[in-house]
């Protein structure tokens, strides 16, 4: 069963940081890019980053782009996204998924995890 | 930046009814463009994808459609359990979302 679980939220100040891990399990993790989606409360959807299977292409949205990191440890099938310089309107839901169409630009995602939530508050 | 307008963003229908959804697109993105639903506390599920194609497991009432810059989601006969939030998403460059369309029972 393919499984994605996300961790690392919390309550953080403005201009903090914070980093999320989304740990997989009964898959190939090694071979799925893999991409970070969030959603503020009560809004849409807004693709963050995006990493490819081996780790050398990342693509990022630009209202996080020079803030956050994208990297993943394939030996440890985790994924993990290091957000620095933390604004209010980063606070939303953030949702790891995999994206199944090899390649070095996101595609789209056929499974994801739980969530979990990052508030960005003082 | 490509942006995806969606409409309507709230709709209300009988069960049994045919539901269709529209996407436009800032610009032409031949048929790069996928449809999820999202439930209430829930991650969103892929349903639709290169516009057309249903993923894995995904009734049959469900069915998209389009290329360039018009793409339409329908739910030919809807179901209670269909009560849901419905996304576009296009790939063309990077990926951006649609508002959404919130889907509810009348």
């Known amino acids: 069963e393919v499984q994605l679980v996300e961790s690392g939220g919390g309550l953080v100040q403005p201009g903090g940081h914070l980093r999320l891990s989304c740990a997989v399990s009964?898959?190939?993790?090694?071979?799925?890019?893999m991409s970070w989606v969030r959603q503020a409360p009560g809004k849409g959807l807004e693709w963050v980053s995006f990493i490819s299977d081996d780790g050398d292409n990342t693509k990022y949205a630009d209202s996080v782009k020079g803030r956050f990191t994208v990297s993943r440890d394939n030996s440890k099938n985790t994924l993990y996204l290091q957000m620095n310089s933390l604004r209010v309107e980063d606070t939303a839901v953030y949702f790891c998924?995999?994206?199944?169409?090899?390649?070095?630009?996101?595609?789209?995602?056929?499974?994801w995890g739980q969530g979990t939530l990052v508030t960005v508050s003082s | 930046d490509i942006q995806m307008t969606q409409s309507p963003s709230f709709l209300s229908a009988y069960v049994g009814e045919r539901v269709t959804i529209t996407c436009q697109a800032s610009q032409a993105i031949s048929n790069y463009l996928n449809w999820y639903q999202q439930k209430p506390g829930k991650a969103p599920r892929l349903l639709i994808y290169?516009?057309?194609k249903l993923d894995t497991r995904v009734p049959s009432r469900f069915s998209g459609s389009g290329s360039g810059t018009h793409f339409t989601f329908t739910i030919e006969t809807l179901q209670p359990e269909d009560i849901a939030t419905y996304y576009c998403q296009q790939y063309d460059t990077l990926v951006s979302f649609g508002g959404g369309t919130k889907v509810e029972i009348k």
């Open positions: 998924a995999t994206d199944p169409q090899a390649g070095s630009s996101p595609w789209g995602f056929d499974s």
């Open positions: 290169d516009a057309g």
């Open positions: 009964g898959f190939r993790f090694d071979i799925y890019a």
